[in-house]
């Protein structure tokens, strides 16, 4: 039997009741920055989906004049072994964008695992991955990647494994902050006072309320990842027949295309990945005004008031 | 609606009570891995709840009411001590079955209507989670309909299940809150602050509510509280805690009206009422101290204008006078002269 | 009468918030006279602190004053320059917020604040700082050796005093107060208040002290204001106010009160929450929750009708007021 003082509110108050999906949109487009770096990544996905309507030619083909400058025949000129650097650029794309999506999600997934675990268990269990978190940030990356290089096959395989190892750490420590700061909020401690296991209170309690924190995560790790990808195979972790911008990087530095003359074959690669980076770290502007309203630029009414 | 019923003669209860806390202590080491400092946030706690009765546990912030709350729903171990339900202690409590069984029987309502629901998710969420972790014997279509009429014991239309937090106002929050509770078919509610964060026109409501569930759902309560006066108007019996400690606790009628210990009657005469103009106004400034490596001796001395030596080497232990309990040598010792004209030294 | 010191003039404050405005404060008028106490009550979403904000001129975007007058001193501050706020400032009436943790420099020690503070109005030589520094600790009740510690060592009660105590560096004439007790417990509270009040009585200053408790309202102040929805709801001295509540809003927040000393009685509340004001209520914007709605209330917005020595606004009181006119 219901109590009479009853405390219906039937009226919706004016609140955003849209959603998170619908509230990023909006988001995005009225934001110049995100839009523009939505605009550069829907690019280079299309790209990456279809090279062969952009670039016909057949990017590994030996058959052009060798280091040639840029024409209409070659927008980018020629490797020194007569391919077309255009066609290379774009049919990279999409090795180059499939590594560091899987790479960055990867590494996501296990930084938010581990960040928010460590957060919530406390504890012993908060001291140990902290510290693990901090030995895997403090690693010195190329003497590891000499290490590893003498035992893994050059190729995209262990560039993934190596990228891993070395940048889930990165986003662990903010992830760790974010849930100490809502370990002790209220409706955690109802999770837990009405039983619910801890796995279940990671999973299902707090990783859904980090969901732009972990967005954000993602973007700020691409941008990462693109570039130290392209480090890693510029150094030679990559194998050079591998089409990815950072093996093309390679290649120009091996035949010491600079020296040559062909600007466009050594310095293309590069600022294909700077503008990839660029993209994910616009729309990541994106999240910040999303997430902190304050940042939201703030439109002063026109006119003054009446009197 | 709200007025208690005769509360029942607490010196000679045959039954065993619902909950009973004995000696219960929770400290909170300080600083790092080695510190030696310890907070004291609850000690020597001995505390009796009954079944079909609200008991008000009132204290200022830093007096450790709180945390009772949290030990009794076992998101805290106590330090020492322990708590018993039905006679069970629950350190007995150790498969995950039986600490189940006592998490449907005892159920926490929180203070913060702003953060006490999860922000993403519908509002129904904690009250199916409930369900489906403590009512398990409950077929779907059952679950739904049970969902429904927690939601009616609390004053709301089922139709705000399927909202989402923040289209909620802060007293709809709460009642969902207590919704949650319900959900687990409890006999304690554990409620925490419940209105402190409400506006004082809809207070009334949640506390008609609360009383309303000891009568008509037989449920028990711990109004956690730092306001007298709502204390006053729900509860069958008021515990007063300071700086962790027990310091008066009996029927409502007798501790309010004949406060005995000076703390209780220091917060007793802070109270402004709306009707009241130019009361008597006790002159203190002091706050609740955090009690850190505390050593022997009544810890509201400094404060009390009544202090004697002895309260400064020895800790007062709750002593009946009367129907209620105080932890005070000077009200104690005052109250044995009066029953004993004879003696007087 | 002497003259008031502040008089607010149908004051209007709008918030830009995405496509619509929401208009927190809808003409409010009211007067402060010289050491006058008045308490402006109300609850959650009222507009009180948006009022306040708007009269010391601390109102920023997207909050906006888009009508009516403040006049202070014969000047009207809504159109006052930067220079000119500045300079009255502090002066001529100063802020108590509501947090002092949130309001005092957690890296400076309050002493240090206290300087800056008297730098910043005019003060000059380090003894004068010192001196009225001491002095305005001593006011408030503050061992001056705190002039050397920070915020977080003070207790809340004592970094409360604090903020009194920084208001009044320069015997303002009006000091405004923003909830300054409602992060304390009952006993600093109480004890904070009396301090205020004696203070007041010695000093002469006119305070204006928002707040949601009416219990303490109703101890010290002399006028209260009682806003509902962004309205003035009622306005009177604060003993007709408390026993002689008009407008159905008052009697039920009056009746919203258990009581510790009084008789026990069953109380209702008053059933609801206030509305949204970005779609305020037709007519009159308590009619959802009133107990005595009348059919023209859902049409007509009421004016503030004075009966006797209060102004209420409620249709209740139209004809009475018509009447006395």
Not at chain 3, 220 to 238: F, H, K, N, P, Q
Not at chain 3, 264 to 284: E, H, K, T, Y
Request: one cysteine or more.
């Amino acid at each position: 039997m219901a109590i009479p003082d009853i405390a219906v509110n039937d009226s919706i108050t004016d609140v955003e009741a849209t959603r998170a999906p619908r509230r990023f949109l909006r988001a995005v487009l009225g934001n110049r920055k995100a839009a523009t770096g939505a605009v550069i990544l829907l690019v280079m996905g299309f790209v990456a989906a279809f090279p062969g309507l952009i670039a016909p030619d057949d990017p590994q083909a030996a058959i052009y004049a060798q280091n040639a400058g840029p024409s209409s025949a070659h927008l980018l000129g020629t490797t020194m072994l007569g391919q077309d650097v255009f066609s290379q650029l774009v049919w990279s794309t999409r090795l180059t964008l499939i590594v560091t999506l899987i790479v960055t999600a990867i590494a996501t997934f296990l930084s938010t695992i581990i960040g928010v675990t460590s957060a919530y268990a406390g504890g012993v269990t908060d001291r140990v991955l902290t510290v693990i978190i901090d030995v895997f940030l403090i690693l010195p990356v190329l003497p590891l990647l000499i290490l590893l290089a003498a035992y893994l096959p050059p190729g995209v395989t262990s560039l993934v494994i190596v990228l891993c190892i070395t940048s889930w750490a990165f986003q662990a420590r903010q992830l760790r902050s974010q849930g100490l700061s809502i370990r002790d909020r209220d409706f955690l401690v109802a999770a837990r006072a009405r039983g619910e296991r801890g796995i279940y209170i990671i999973l299902v309690e707090i990783v859904p309320t980090m969901t732009s924190l972990i967005a954000a995560s993602f973007l700020a790790l691409a941008v990462y990842v693109v570039g130290f990808a392209a480090s890693l195979q510029f150094l030679g972790l990559g194998n050079s027949s591998e089409l990815m911008w950072g093996t093309m990087l390679y290649n120009a530095q091996q035949a010491s295309a600079l020296e040559a003359g062909n600007v466009w074959w050594a310095l293309s690669p590069g600022a294909a990945v700077a503008v990839l980076g660029a993209g994910f770290a616009l729309v990541n502007y994106a999240f910040d005004e999303i997430g902190n309203p304050a940042l939201r630029p703030v439109r002063r009414r026109r006119g003054r008031s009446s009197a | 609606m709200a007025q208690p019923r005769d509360s029942p003669d607490s010196t000679a209860s045959s039954a065993e009570p619902l909950l009973r806390a004995v000696d219960l202590t929770r400290h909170f080491r300080l600083g790092g891995l080695f510190s030696k400092h310890s907070l004291h946030a609850v000690d020597d706690l001995n505390l009796n709840i009954r079944e079909r009765e609200i008991v008000a546990l009132v204290g200022e912030s830093g007096s450790g009411k709180s945390t009772v709350a949290r030990l009794l729903a076992r998101i805290y171990k106590p330090t020492r001590g322990e708590i018993y339900y039905r006679g069970r202690s629950l350190r007995s409590l150790r498969s995950r079955k039986d600490q189940l069984w006592y998490r449907g029987e005892v159920a926490l309502v929180l203070q913060d209507p702003f953060s006490s629901l999860h922000p993403v998710f519908h509002v129904s969420h904690g009250v199916t989670r409930n369900l489906a972790l403590h009512r398990a014997e409950l077929k779907r279509n059952e679950r739904r309909r049970e969902a429904e009429r927690v939601c009616e014991t609390v004053g709301l239309s089922p139709k705000m299940l399927s909202r989402f937090p923040y289209e909620m106002s802060g007293g709809e929050r709460q009642r969902i809150g207590f919704a949650q509770a319900l959900a687990v078919a409890p006999k304690l509610i554990l409620a925490d602050e419940p209105v402190s964060m409400l506006d004082v026109s809809i207070r009334i409501g949640i506390l008609n509510m609360m009383a309303g569930l000891r009568d008509r759902e037989g449920v028990s309560l711990l109004y956690i509280t730092h306001d007298l006066a709502s204390a006053r108007y729900v509860a069958d019996r008021v515990v007063v805690m300071y700086a962790g400690h027990l310091v008066e606790e009996g029927p409502t009628e007798t501790v309010l009206s004949s406060p005995k210990h000076p703390y209780t009657q220091l917060l007793l005469s802070a109270v402004a009422e709306p009707s009241e103009k130019d009361a008597e106004i006790a002159a203190d400034s002091g706050e609740p101290p955090r009690v850190i490596d505390p050593t022997e001796g009544c810890r509201f001395r400094w404060r009390c204008p009544h202090a004697i030596e002895k309260c400064a080497q020895v800790t007062p232990r709750p002593t009946p006078i009367g129907e209620a309990q105080v932890a005070c040598h000077v009200a104690v010792a005052e109250a044995q002269r009066a029953s004993n004209p004879a003696s007087i030294s | 009468m002497a003259d008031p010191l502040l008089e607010v003039d149908d004051l209007a404050v709008e918030y830009l918030t995405g496509n619509a405005n929401v208009r927190a404060v809808n003409g409010v008028s009211f007067t402060v006279g010289p050491g006058e106490f008045l308490g402006i009550v109300g609850e959650s979403g009222c507009g009180k602190s948006t009022l306040l904000f708007a009269v010391a001129q601390l109102l920023s975007p997207p909050g906006e004053v888009v009508g009516g007058k403040v006049m202070f001193h014969g000047r009207n501050m809504v159109r006052l320059s930067r220079g000119e706020l500045q300079s009255m400032r502090w002066r001529d009436y100063s802020i108590v917020m509501q947090s002092a943790m949130n309001a005092l420099n957690p890296m400076k020690s309050i002493g240090a604040q206290f300087k800056d503070t008297l730098q910043a109005h005019g003060a000059t030589s380090n003894d004068d700082v010192r001196q009225r520094s001491t002095e305005v600790m001593n006011l408030v009740g503050i061992d001056p050796a705190h002039l050397h510690s920070y915020p977080h060592q003070l207790s809340g009660g004592m970094r409360q005093r604090a903020m009194i105590a920084m208001a009044l560096l320069f015997t303002p004439q009006l000091v405004i107060m923003d909830e300054p007790t409602s992060a304390l417990d009952v006993v600093a509270q109480q004890s904070l208040m009396t301090k205020i009040k004696d203070l007041q009585r010695s000093l002469g200053f006119a305070v204006i002290f928002v707040t949601h408790d009416m219990s303490v309202v109703s101890r010290y102040s002399d006028r209260v204001l009682v806003m509902y929805a962004g309205e003035i709801a009622e306005a009177a001295r604060t003993a007709e106010v408390f026993e002689r509540p008009l407008h159905p809003y008052t009697r039920g927040l009056m009746n919203a009160f258990p009581s510790v000393r009084g008789p026990r009685r069953d109380l209702v509340g008053i059933p609801g929450s206030p509305p949204d004001l970005a779609r305020p209520p037709s007519g009159c914007r308590f009619h959802p929750r009133c107990p005595d709605v009348m059919p023209a209330c859902l049409s007509n917005e009421p004016d503030l009708y004075r009966v006797g020595d209060t102004d209420v606004r409620c249709l209740l009181y139209a004809e009475q007021a018509k009447e006395a006119v």
